[in-house]
């Protein structure tokens, strides 16, 4: 019998079954993998998965916008292709720093009167530009509040929205991908709301049309607006009108949050999951909002179900790997597969969704063995790779395995709810049935965007 109180307890029973700690390795069995980092942090490797949207990608959304980096050559090699690669150049323009900027003192000047320069030769003026500052002009200190101020003194006609490019500031607090799904929707102005108007905020891939929520609005009555859609920018003004938001992406619920209280609409957050208790949660959540009544979904489940076991028998054991690139929620999709009779292997993410909890312990617990894999640890480099027998989920997944069956997914691909689930075996057995060319594809950036490689 072990005498003392609560606390003691706890320690004793903490000490006998400690948690699993990060590894310096790059690849850990699911029972060892540590919440919610498994891996050290450390120097880095880019795989030549590129179909994950980077800000380019997303700023170019907002109709008539220009985007303005300023930033050192190196920096600006990567959002200068991104931009040549989708055939958007003309809405796009660097200002270059030099080594002497950070040592004359004038790097407010620098960023004004170049922003100056770009906008007077334009041939047409933006909606909106979209400034980028850098890592270097927070090792500066620089007075961005100042440059904005001088921005809309100089230009009162012109929208500028205060967007970041600062990968130093992502391992403690917001990502540059973050901060500018928050950016913007700061032009949306106070509007007189319409009742019967929702938006669905923060999305690069536009929700596939036949989803339960889409249908639930359509039978409502409602009008959904989503700047995926937008093409022009009065549309995408016209989303100050909605009373409601909903965020089904992660990385844009801050964004959704502060947009719905400056303008004073109502906020859900209603995540892609591939868990059917949670799909039924958010569709009565989103009914009760609205004073719907909540549809039954038992018929829905059941032909999940099917399609499920048809998908498994298809594969008949062949070995799946999924990528946190494909879907922001990959344990849960992970569970999914695996308890549906899948032989999944491996999951290939350096960090877990912190949504993800749940699944994290079901994982370890009814599957141990299943492999965990980094994608930026610099071991992966040099990991061997040889062609496999594997069905991927994800374009890194794709790459590690150097296999042509893949599903070509980044960011959820649009799937959502119970037509998500079914979707995604129409995907996987496409997948099975045809071999797509993974060197040609996963380098071509954001999935979804024009690429002229």
Known sequence: MIHGNREALERREAWECPEPSVTEKEIVSMKDAAWPSPFLPG???NSPAHGTWNIVHTGMLIPGSHQIYVCAANCNRGVVLTAAEMGAVDRFSTIALCEEDLTDGRMEELVIDGVSEILHKLKRKPTVVLLFTVCLHHFMGCDIPYIYRALRERFPEQRFLECYMDPIM????????QKLRMAMYDCLEEREKNPRQINIVGNDLALQPDCEMFALLKAGGYTVKDITACETFEEYLSMAESFLNIVTYPAARAGGEKLSERLGMK????????DYREID??????????GLAASDTTSLREKCEAKLEETRALLDGMPVAVDAAAAPRVLGLARLLLSHGFSVIRIYADSFSPEEKDDWQWLKDHAPEVEVCATIHAGMRVLPRRPERVLAIGQKAAYFHQTGHFVNMVEGGGLYGYAGILELCERIRDAFYHTRDTKDLIVRKGLGCMSCI
């Open 43 to 45: 120097l880095e490797y």
């Open 170 to 177: 992502q391992k403690g607090g917001m990502t540059p991908d």
């Open 267 to 274: 906020f859900l957050y209603l995540p892609q999951t591939f």
């Open 281 to 290: 949660r958010e569709l009565a959540l989103l009914a009760e909002t609205l």
